[in-house]
């Protein structure tokens, strides 16, 4: 029988159509065993010329919620610049993998730019992040997160280009697979900092200035936990 090229499309759909199942049945079974992390803690340390403005905001959510932890925390400088700062944890990376946070803004009824990989060097290592703007009438908010899925820096960039974004899609879920059939299913965190200004004034760089100066100053653990890059 000549195998065709929509022969070997239909037994890949076929296969993505089987794994997809395998997926749905096995990942209602959550096996991530380790503790859940103490981002309170984690999220009240800083850097020095910064000041945190309240309390930290702890939210603990139930397996069905999108995240299983978020924490939020404001800081100011001595210059009168503030940066946001949120932190939130699944145990379940392939359930709930995290939010790529330009829809939740948009979402939320924001105005967005397209969202672009940027990179910065921090504590030694090369920290890649998605970056874009918020806009709410003449209130803009500068924007970078990232991803650590299973210990491992992991930056979602979706490019709206629909070929390569569903070639990244069905990527990521063989990978699901894979794990699910080893029987690891990795923890996800996602780390977002933020400033806002007016649209008058030029972009800010004050949160890009606050992830440097905050990386410095944790400890190398925290940092690799924080960032998925790096030594312990």
């Known amino acids: 029988m000549r195998v065709t090229n929509y022969s070997l499309l239909a037994i890949a759909l076929g296969l993505v159509l089987i794994f997809s199942e395998i997926l749905v049945q ?33 939210e603990n959510h139930s397996p069905e919620h999108s995240y299983d932890i978020v924490v939020s925390q404001n800081y100011e400088n001595v210059d009168g610049k503030v940066v946001m700062v949120t932190m939130t944890w699944s145990r379940n990376a ?24 940027v990179s910065i060097q921090a504590a030694g290592n090369k920290l890649n992040m998605i970056s874009f703007i918020g806009r709410n009438k003449d209130i803009v908010e500068d924007v970078v997160y990232w991803g650590v899925t299973g210990g491992k820096h992991d930056v979602r960039l979706i490019t709206n280009n629909v070929i390569i974004d569903r070639v990244h899609a069905l990527t990521r879920r063989f ?44 400890s190398p653990s925290t940092r690799r936990f924080l960032t998925g890059v790096g030594d312990y």
């Not at 079974?29 to 702890?58: C, M, N, R, T």
């Not at 933020?194 to 008058?200: A, D, F, L, P």
Request: with cysteine.
């Open 175 to 218: 990978r699901d697979v894979a794990d699910l059939v080893m029987g690891d299913i990795p923890d996800n965190l996602m780390v977002r900092v933020s400033t806002w200004r007016r649209e008058s004034d030029p972009p800010s760089t004050v949160h890009i200035d606050y992830i440097k100066a905050y990386l410095q100053s944790v």
């Open 94 to 117: 392939i359930r709930h993998a995290g939010h790529p946070q330009e829809v939740c803004y948009n979402a939320s009824g924001l105005t967005v730019t397209l969202p672009r990989q």
């Open 26 to 58: 096995i990942k209602q079974h959550p096996l991530f065993k380790g503790q859940k992390p103490d981002l309170e803690s984690i999220i009240k340390l800083h850097p020095d010329g910064w000041k945190a403005l309240a309390v930290p905001i702890v």
